[in-house]
């Protein structure tokens, strides 16, 4: 670890910028001079950085440049550390995704206990803790943060890849049809629209007999990438069959979703897409795309991608790289 750095910021001290050096460092956040005294002189000796902040405002800025190994070290006194301000604007910063949360307190209390147990904060320790005391609880934090950092990513990576198709990043099934029942929960409270795109590309058993499934599956890779790029922020789309997927489109109609089908004509079929073939050599395959619109209207998800289908299969019946959607009525907000 880094030398001992002593650095005590007064209050009002500009600390923009403030980066945390390799090794642990401790921020302590109190306006208590004997506290800061004393907590200076336990840590002495223990190789690390500590940064002593009066201001809550200035201690919330330097937390923003904090990386990991570090601990930030609150003073139980300070201003809206009771009414529990200070540690919900931590947690909206992200300041606990980063660092360990501690806690100086004259007591151990129910209300503090039940940070604990919620994970707003790591530990709590005592306000006259001795040099061994504090060598205890950091490193105890250090591990448990650390410990609890990796089992947050195990989860979330789990997570996406439980919710995320493995071939095009985009959501599988079951994940699309749950996000769609909370979607239909708001367009019934908002009495707001919602439009469902379903398209298939048109004889993809063609090209998957002629370059193979892994050629086969970069197409739908670069298929999903080109139709992302179009849509907005808040559009959702997942696929729903081997060369189907389906669009949700917030806020839209169905005259919406028919015109993201032309454009998607162009802007994601226009161009063929490069893929390499059996033989090793660059394949320009074009690509064709077929859809069936319709509105959700507030009815269930399930009726709903039925009405798609039905409209994705009247249009391929038509011919290749048409559009099918189905005549919008007013809102039924009685069918839920």
């Keep these: 670890m880094a030398d001992l750095i002593e ?18 460092a401790v921020m302590l956040v ?10 200076r002189l336990s840590l002495e000796g223990l190789k690390l950085r500590l940064d002593v902040v009066t201001d809550v405002d200035d201690a919330l800025m330097g937390m923003a440049a904090l990386q990991a190994p570090a601990v930030v070290v609150l003073d139980a006194r300070l201003p809206g550390m009771m ?8 947690q909206e910063t992200g300041v606990h995704k980063r660092c360990a ?9 129910d209300e503090w206990i039940a940070r604990l147990r919620e994970g707003v904060i790591d530990d709590i320790v005592p306000r006259h803790a001795d040099r061994s005391t504090w060598s205890t609880h950091l490193n105890t934090m250090q591990r448990g943060h650390g410990l609890h950092r990796e089992l947050v990513h195990l989860r979330d990576t789990a997570l996406m890849e439980m919710e995320h198709d493995p071939v095009t990043g985009v959501f ?4 699309m049809m749950s996000i769609l029942f909370r979607e239909t929960d708001r367009v019934q ?8 795109v379903l398209f298939g590309l ?45 669009i949700a489109l917030p806020g839209c109609s169905t005259i919406n979703g028919v015109m993201l089908a032309e454009r998607m004509r162009i802007d994601v079929f226009g161009e063929p897409f490069p893929v390499e073939g059996r033989g090793g050599e660059t394949v320009l395959v074009r690509l064709s795309g077929s859809f069936g619109i319709t509105a959700s209207r507030g009815r269930s998800p399930v009726v709903v991608l039925r009405e798609a289908e039905k409209m994705l299969e009247e249009a391929r019946m038509v011919r290749p790289d048409s559009i ?4 919008e009525t007013a809102p039924r907000w009685d069918l839920w």
Excluded at 172 to 175: F, L
Excluded at 189 to 196: E, N, Y
Excluded at 219 to 240: K, N, P, Q, S, W
Excluded at 324 to 327: E, P
Aim: aromatic letters at 6%; glycine letters at 8%.
């Design 172 to 175: 599988q099934r079951q994940a």
């Design 7 to 24: 650095n005590v910021l007064p209050a009002g001290m500009e600390v923009r910028g403030w980066v945390s050096p390799p090794g642990l």
């Design 189 to 196: 409270r908002l009495r707001g629209a919602l439009c469902a």
């Design 202 to 246: 048109d004889d993809f058993d063609h090209w998957w007999a002629k370059l193979g499934s892994a050629e086969c599956d970069v197409l739908l890779r670069r298929v999903a990438e080109r139709t992302g790029r179009i849509l907005r922020t808040y559009d959702l789309m997942g696929r729903m069959g081997r060369a189907e997927f389906l």
């Design 30 to 39: 109190s306006p208590d001079p004997q506290l800061v005294s004393e907590v």
């Design 324 to 327: 099918q959607a189905n005549s």
């Design 83 to 90: 009414n529990g301000r200070l540690l919900a604007t931590m």
């Design 101 to 109: 949360v501690a806690l100086i307190a004259d007591e151990v209390s």
